[in-house]
């Protein structure tokens, strides 16, 4: 937690009171986030919640009422639940006006019009080493042609590729099954599985342990063993490199974003939007994708941005989001382990796809809390 403090004007040493505001920052985002926000005379107490257990908590503090932040930082997959539950504030006329952009305005809605305010947009995409050619099309098959030419003896797994079920969207998809209950109760889903899991150790080189993916694909990447990476903004703005990057488009890829949302519970909703209003302005966006290469939301902060985040944004153009459920975010708790352990060789992947669509039909026939 942190607090930035903004002194009073002619000597007065009078202390704001902070407004509060819960994120999902990692820690050099929250430290560009603090300086931008005191340089612009905003007092803010920041606390932090990991992004694995992000809604969770959220839903927790905001269903308690008793202890609630005045703005909170959201993946964009947890909106429909909030809303469903009627847990955020309405947001403000002047604010839905701006001008966002279409995709993100997408993200950040539901059927009654703006629900929050889109921050950044994001997905999967395909960053190739600059000396890799482009695969002929975005399609999964001409992507892993690519990656298989890319082949040499230094570099004898040349694919960037998570054990994670939201890598695993292209290939549901491309099997005409999706990331939803009832869309993989053919065999499509299982060939999708099963696919993703001949990669590693073919194309892709055994996972790390859990929670060492993040770091394991930094240092693939600095070393030269990585050709065809799929992987997202979020990892982009970690690298030093970046000179070196191209984007391609991923076919089937899902698209995703981080949103801001003042709680109904809120005890001052004004300064909360007031905050959201700070962290969306032009400049604060234009300095975000710099620094991190993350998508803006409005296009006078698109225009102009670094080559890299245009052409992500162009690549994510293609993309689309995942289904708009209040399950949708719980789906990965069965989901992953049974992708893990396909590629593990704990499990077949009809034995993993059978399992998860037990747990999703329970999941619907249960609700989302």
Not at 128 to 138: I, K, L, W
Not at 222 to 233: C, D, N, R
Not at 297 to 316: C, E, F, K, N, Y
Request: net charge negative; glycine share 8%; charged share 20%.
């Amino acid at each position: 937690m942190g607090l930035l403090v903004l002194a009073g004007c002619s000597g007065d040493a009078t202390t704001p009171t902070p407004i509060r505001f819960l994120h999902t920052f990692g820690p050099e985002e929250t430290e560009l986030a603090n300086t931008t926000l005191a340089a612009r005379g905003l007092a803010v107490e920041s606390s932090l919640v990991p992004f694995a257990r992000g809604q969770q908590v959220i839903s927790e503090i905001l269903r308690a009422g008793t202890n609630c932040p005045d703005l909170i930082r959201i993946d964009a997959t947890w909106l429909p639940g909030l809303v469903s539950a009627n847990l955020l504030a309405p947001v403000p006329p002047a604010l839905a006006q701006q001008d966002w952009l279409p995709e993100a305005v997408a993200l950040a809605s539901t059927d009654k019009g703006l629900a929050a305010l889109p921050t950044t947009v994001d997905g999967l995409v395909v960053i190739r080493d600059g000396a890799a050619p482009a695969p002929a099309s975005p399609t999964i098959d001409d992507l892993l042609a690519a990656t298989r030419a890319a082949k040499h003896s230094a570099r004898p797994q040349p694919l960037g590729l998570r054990v994670d079920g939201y890598w695993l969207v292209p290939w549901l998809r491309a099997e005409g099954a999706d990331l939803a209950v009832g869309k993989i109760d053919d065999d499509g889903a299982t060939r999708a599985v099963d696919k993703f899991a001949a990669l590693f150790g073919e194309l892709v080189p055994p996972p790390p342990p859990a929670g060492g993916e993040a770091p394991d694909e930094l240092r693939r990447w600095t070393a030269h063993e990585v050709a065809y990476w799929i992987t997202g903004p979020w990892q982009v703005g970690a690298l030093r490199d970046r000179e070196r990057l191209a984007v391609s488009a991923l076919a089937h890829a899902p698209r995703g974003g981080q949103l801001l949302v003042v709680p109904t519970c809120a005890k001052r909703p004004d300064e909360g939007w007031k905050l959201a209003a700070e962290l969306t302005a032009v400049d604060v966006q234009k300095k975000f994708a710099e620094a991190f290469a993350t998508v803006p939301t409005r296009s006078q902060a698109l225009t102009g941005a670094p080559p890299l985040v245009l052409a992500i944004h162009a690549a994510l153009g293609a993309a689309e989001p995942l289904p708009r459920s209040q399950l949708t975010p719980q789906l990965f708790d069965d989901l992953n382990p049974a992708l893990a352990a396909v590629v593990s060789g704990d499990a077949t992947a009809t034995e993993a796809i059978d399992g998860v669509r037990r747990g999703w039909r329970r999941l619907d026939t249960k609700g989302a809390p």
